[in-house]
């Protein structure tokens, strides 16, 4: 297990863990990060990374990808 941030890109990963406050772990939650989604990095700048969750895309934070464990 690893947090998103350190994922390779466009792999397809299962999202094993979702850390945080309750408000962090809901908002996260709203935007499609669920335990047993999967998540793809499309991109990343400056530690900020794109992601395809649920066939969207998703901007996230670098804070917030150390969050989501794969």
Same mark, same amino acid.
């Given at each position: %297990? %690893?947090?998103?941030?350190? !994922?390779?890109m #466009? @792999?397809?990963?299962i =999202?094993? @863990?979702i &850390? &945080?406050?309750? #408000?962090?772990?809901?908002?996260? #939650? *709203?935007? &499609?990060? $669920?335990? &047993?989604g +999967?998540? @793809? $990095?499309? +991109? +990343? =700048? !400056? /530690? *900020?990374? =794109? $992601?395809?969750?649920?066939e969207?895309?998703? !901007?996230? +934070?670098k804070?917030? !990808? /150390? @969050? =989501?464990?794969?």
């Amino acid at each position: %297990m %690893m947090p998103l941030i350190f !994922a390779d890109m #466009e @792999k397809d990963y299962i =999202i094993k @863990k979702i &850390g &945080g406050s309750s #408000e962090v772990r809901a908002h996260l #939650e *709203n935007l &499609g990060f $669920v335990v &047993g989604g +999967s998540v @793809k $990095v499309i +991109s +990343s =700048i !400056a /530690g *900020n990374l =794109i $992601v395809n969750v649920k066939e969207s895309r998703v !901007a996230i +934070s670098k804070e917030m !990808a /150390g @969050k =989501i464990m794969v």
